[in-house]
């Protein structure tokens, strides 16, 4: 297997949805480009004009509670820290290859990247789909509406008009 496939798997695992957003924890990140978190986020810190709010934020403590709970992520990466992780979007994470400039971190940056456009084109191809699936539904539900109808009239002329009773008379009333 090669390099870029083997971080293309675990990347899968590592990109999660928070506040909205597709993101990277500061920790994994750290882990992937080959350095300490301790030494990724100094870099950030150190260039923190080059990371406004949509390219990275602070997540809560209750937001990584969530997804230690919700994807199994380690204790062991959060225990011992004093600031909450920090989360990267696909701009931030694109910005770190600016401050990160040994040859592996860009190797990285360039496989997840591409992981970012893929899952883009994936739900942009699921978006089209639903669309499709949308259409259909409308399609064929207008054609029950007139298909009950035909099936309504149909039993109708199907079903024989009722025989009257003859009264027998002189029983009763």
Do not use: C
């Amino acid at each position: 297997m090669n390099f870029e496939n083997s971080v293309s798997s675990v990347l899968e695992k590592k990109i999660y949805s928070v506040r909205g957003q597709r993101v990277m924890l500061d920790f994994d990140l750290a882990n992937l480009y080959q350095v300490t978190t301790a030494q990724l986020n100094q870099q950030v810190r150190r260039n923190a004009y080059r990371f406004p709010g949509d390219f990275m934020f602070q997540l809560s403590n209750q937001e990584l509670t969530n997804l230690k709970s919700q994807f199994v992520i380690s204790s062991s990466t959060w225990g011992g820290r004093r600031k909450p992780a920090l989360a990267f979007t696909e701009q931030g994470i694109a910005m770190l290859s600016s401050v990160l400039k040994s040859r592996p971190a860009i190797e990285v940056n360039i496989t997840i990247m591409r992981a970012f456009v893929q899952m883009r084109q994936i739900l942009i191809s699921n978006t089209d789909l639903e669309n499709k699936l949308k259409d259909l539904e409308t399609k064929y539900e207008q054609h029950d509406s007139e298909l009950k109808l035909v099936f309504e009239a149909i039993r109708k002329l199907m079903t024989p008009p009722p025989i009257p009773r003859k009264r027998i008379l002189g029983l009763g009333k």
